[in-house]
């Protein structure tokens, strides 16, 4: 049990950091308004959670222009992936666990 | 956390997983629609070729280009009506659940639906050049499941399976050249009914 919960990510326990790798885990690369649109949060809200994504290597940012418009986008690194996947089996194993 | 928290965080990541990375609002509606499209087109054909063999009827003092354009327009009809249908059902659908019908997905499903498609149009035209008539209706149905194949990782997965009945009958219907306007009827035209019916009972059901 105790191994388990070694493997729960703290980073990954609120639900718009859950959401962003989600999306980010079958997507190569989602910019800014679509990842705004997928999971449903303000502006504030999002960057700050990406922030936090971002501070532990979990995710890459990109950003270029589009004509004139700044555009970012936002990919999984492969330590984001790692520990996602770790993280959804740690979750899988509580679950038939219990 | 409870079990029921985590539960429910999986079933978030799933739901999130295919609203991200899949077109979900595709109309089962339309797929029916698109299947009666089909079997009035082929009828219509079937009822113009009958008469134009029938040397009494007046089409066979038209010259078989004629003909051939007739045929080439109730396709296209048939065609046109289906996307139509798709569009306006979709739109409706993505509205009621609150979806977008014009984004990233939306984007990805219809450049990797068209690439077979349009090798497979590119194919049939070449078909035609060599006088090889009886060969476009196996390639257009061969070509239209390949492109629902393709198609099916970027929208509901069931398509797959249309996708591949489809290459099916395509491939059967090479060994019946002259009987292409029945397999084409029954390929587009019941094959598209049973599935926008499968699609309808499982996805559009629910939304209200």
């Known amino acids: 049990m105790k191994d388990i919960l070694k493997n729960i990510n703290k980073v990954f326990d609120h639900r718009v950091r859950l959401g962003i790798m989600s999306a980010l885990m079958v997507n190569d690369t989602i910019d800014f308004n679509s990842l705004k649109d997928i999971l449903g949060v303000t502006d504030g809200n999002l960057a700050s959670h990406i922030k936090s994504l971002e501070k532990e290597e979990y995710i890459s940012i990109k950003k270029q222009f589009i004509g004139k418009k700044p555009n970012t986008k936002y990919s999984i690194t492969k330590l984001g992936k790692l520990e996602f996947i770790k993280h959804i089996n740690a979750l899988e194993k509580l679950l038939n666990n219990n | ?208």
């Not at chain 2, 539960?7 to 739901?15: G, Q, Y």
Request: hydrophobic share 50%; net charge positive.
């Open chain 2, 1 to 208: 956390m409870n079990k029921e928290d985590y539960l429910k965080e999986i079933a978030e990541i799933k739901t999130i997983m295919n609203r991200s990375s899949r077109f979900i609002s595709l109309s089962g509606l339309s797929g029916i629609l698109a299947g009666i499209y089909a079997i009035i087109g082929a009828i219509t054909a079937q009822l113009i070729l009958t008469n134009y063999k029938n040397s009494s009827s007046s089409y066979s003092l038209l010259p078989i280009s004629y003909l051939e354009y007739t045929l080439i327009v109730i396709a296209l009809l048939v065609l046109l009506l289906s996307i139509l249908s798709a569009y306006i059902l979709s739109a409706k659908k993505a509205k009621k659940s609150g979806e977008k019908l014009w984004d990233a997905t939306s984007k990805r499903l219809i450049l990797n639906f068209s690439i077979p498609l349009f090798t497979g149009g590119a194919f049939c035209i070449v078909l035609y050049q060599n006088n090889l008539i009886g060969l476009i209706a196996p390639c257009t149905l061969i070509f239209y499941g390949l492109a629902c194949l393709n198609a099916s990782k970027y929208t509901l997965g069931d398509i797959r399976y249309l996708g591949l009945a489809t290459i099916i009958i395509g491939l059967v219907s090479t060994q019946f050249i002259g009987y292409g306007l029945y397999f084409w009827a029954f390929g587009f035209g019941v094959m598209h009914i049973v599935y926008g019916a499968v699609l309808y009972n499982k996805y559009d059901k629910n939304i209200h």
